[in-house]
């Protein structure tokens, strides 16, 4: 069987303080799936594409509830394999200005981490058209690096697209171990996404963001850059073109920012996959934002409400 998208990643639970209350005080919390790629799947399959999520889950009530979560997005989980140990988790405090978001990670020796090479699902990846895999997941342990490194090698020798997001997250490795990592990692990709801050702090690229954007590509030879730009919104270069593509941001609610992100990438994958190339900044963007107004690290949400989000139709009730 052929998947549209297949992806390899960690998931993780989780826990939040239920009010605004601080991670030392709380007495009362939300527990959420996530994980990036875990995302980007779930958003993906709400969307109506056939995508395949593969990683290693612990063996016990944990792991059970990670499969049921992305199950009923409609995302295939059958390549995921079990094996004893525990899923990772993180604790996020979300703080209202002044207060920043923190995270506390509590992640190490997951089971993906001792993933083996003959658990991955080497003839589904040769079958999918795109495979995905984030600049987190070589972060987390030697296996799951050369791993990453295998499955994006053997994916574009085979003619299957590779798309990554950098991804780099300071606490869990210093920019000068993650920089030449990443940099194999986006060199193996056909699309390559990343925010100016992972350019500017992984690579010294600065200044104005089309130039950034396309000193980006030249580095790593991908098909497509894109920089996300927060709140200035995003730029896309392509490989051979003199034009950047250029979006504004969508509006806003800020009830929850984390997977936002994850967000960005299924509207730009999914647009990759109907065709839409040249469209496929916005339906990223638009996809981010509106990860931003639903709680909990996954998105639901259906081609109509997408296409809404693209229109700019600001309506507020919709009878």
């Known amino acids: 069987m052929s998947h549209e998208v297949l992806a390899f990643g960690e998931a993780l639970l989780r826990l939040q303080p239920a009010s605004d209350d601080r991670l030392e005080e709380a007495g009362l919390f939300h ?13 993906l399959a709400s969307l109506g594409r056939d995508v395949a999520w593969f990683s290693v889950l612990p063996e016990n009530v944990l792991g059970r509830r990670v499969l049921r979560h992305l199950r009923a997005s409609g995302a295939d989980v059958s390549l995921v394999r079990t094996a004893p140990g525990r899923l990772g988790t993180y604790w996020v405090e979300h703080g209202r200005e002044p207060r920043s978001i923190e995270v506390l990670y509590d992640r190490k020796e997951s089971t993906v981490c001792r993933v083996r090479r003959e658990d991955a699902p080497w003839d589904a990846l040769k079958a999918a058209r795109i495979f ?15 791993l990453a490194f295998e499955m994006a090698e053997t994916a574009r020798a085979a003619g299957v697209t590779v798309a990554t997001d950098l991804n780099f997250r300071s606490r869990l490795w210093s920019a000068g171990d993650a920089a030449p990592v990443l940099e194999r990692l986006a060199r193996s990709a056909d699309i390559v996404i990343a925010t100016e801050d ?57 009830i929850d920012r984390v997977g936002a992100g994850d967000g960005f990438t299924a509207g730009f994958l999914y647009a990759t996959l109907l065709g839409r190339e040249e469209r496929a900044l916005d339906y990223g963007l638009a ?17 109509a409400e997408l296409e809404t989000i693209l229109a700019r139709d600001s309506r507020e009730i919709r009878r």
Do not use: M, W
């Open 31 to 43: 527990a959420y799936v996530g994980g990036a790629e875990l995302n980007t799947c779930y958003a």
């Open 198 to 254: 992972d350019l500017r702090t992984l690579y010294g690229l600065e200044g104005e963001r089309d130039d950034v954007a396309r000193r980006a590509q030249e580095r790593f030879g991908s098909a497509t850059l894109v920089v996300t730009c927060g709140s200035d919104g995003g730029v896309s270069v392509r490989r051979g073109s003199d034009q950047v593509r250029r979006c504004g941001p969508f509006p806003v609610s800020r």
């Open 132 to 146: 995905y895999v984030s600049g987190i997941t070589p972060a987390l342990s030697p296996a799951t690096r050369e």
């Open 287 to 303: 996809l981010a934002a509106l990860k931003h107004s639903i709680p909990g690290d996954t998105l639901t949400t259906t081609p």
